[in-house]
């Protein structure tokens, strides 16, 4: 059944993709998109900047694979998460060499590196959502379609000069993650650090698109380009926050039925509401003897 469920989720999938590539245009990379506020060169670098601003994902994401290995410090209760998150961490590496490599000299060629690393992060982020909020299974035997589906976006981009595959690639998580952080029950606590990090991308965005007003505003300071890349590096460090403080939630009630409760209890001058209950089905809960 599982099995069957599966692959319907990847059918349906797949053919809304190749309804969007009908109905769409093509969106070719513009190479304006290289040219960023901030070109000083300090120490020999070029474009100093926007370079060493990588560097706190090369931090994290060494540490996020450290806590994912050192006595499973992450508590992770299956394979298929670690797996997860190790792909996570590996991208977040990655991204500080690959954006630091493109940002010594833009162009489409080293781009490439750039945006690699990137969905491998977006991907395995998301077979990890499915694996806690979905089903367990389903969202392991995801892993591998989902990173191949990213590496695939952008080898598209690279040969046909077609963004499309690879803005559904960045954006569906950017939408579909905040929105089942809400609705869905998560197996485990801290549901609300997903949020906090889906905010910080969102900030990240604002500032990539602002690059050369923010560099204005701040009177040749610092660009947005580069604060986007600070505000970016945000996201895994509020993850890994909320892997090293989060349970496993008993009662496994969504951010949805927790904020109505909580409304409510409000509304009613803070008397207990007992109108709403969850049950939790997934974990077993063993009693003392």
């Known amino acids: 059944m599982r099995n069957k469920r599966c692959m319907l989720v990847w059918g349906v999938a797949i053919l809304c993709f ?3 590539m009908i109905i769409t245009p093509k969106i070719p990379q513009s190479e304006e998109y290289h040219n960023f506020a901030d070109q000083r060169q300090f ?5 100093f900047l926007n370079v060493v601003s990588n560097f706190p994902f090369f931090v994290i994401g060494v540490i996020g694979l450290i806590l994912c290995y050192y006595r499973n410090y992450f508590r992770l209760r299956a394979q298929g998460e670690l797996w997860g998150w190790t792909c996570f961490f590996v991208g977040i ?3 500080a060499f690959g954006s630091s490599y493109y940002h010594l000299k833009p162009n489409d060629a080293r781009l490439v590196w750039d945006r690699l690393p990137m969905t491998v992060a977006f991907t395995s982020i998301f077979s990890i959502f499915i694996i806690e909020r979905v089903d367990e299974r389903i969202g392991t035997l995801s892993i591998f379609p989902l ?3 990213g590496v695939v ?8 000069d077609d963004l499309r595959p690879y803005a559904l690639v960045q954006f569906v998580p950017c939408i579909a993650i905040p929105l089942m952080t809400i609705l869905l029950p998560s197996m485990y606590t801290h549901s609300l650090y997903w949020l906090w990090a889906a905010a910080f991308y969102l900030i990240a965005k604002v500032e990539e698109a602002a690059d050369k007003s923010i560099y204005k505003w701040t009177h040749h300071i610092v660009s947005g380009h580069t604060l986007k890349h600070l505000f970016a590096a ?4 509020f993850l890994t926050l909320m892997l090293a403080k989060r349970v496993i939630e008993i009662e496994r ?4 039925q927790t904020w109505r409760i909580s409304w409510t ?10 109108n709403y209950s969850y049950t939790y089905t997934s974990v077993s809960v063993e009693e003392s003897q």
């Not at 976006?153 to 046909?160: D, G, K, P």
Request: hydrophobic fraction near 60%; charge should be negative.
């Open 93 to 95: 590496a990655a991204v």
């Open 18 to 20: 190749i309804v969007l």
């Open 43 to 47: 120490f020999g670098i070029p474009n």
């Open 234 to 237: 945000m996201v895994p460090v």
């Open 147 to 149: 990173l191949l589906t």
């Open 265 to 274: 209890k409000v509304k009613e001058n803070g008397e207990t509401v007992e």
């Open 253 to 256: 009630p969504s951010l949805f």
């Open 153 to 160: 976006s952008v080898i598209y981009w690279w040969f046909f």
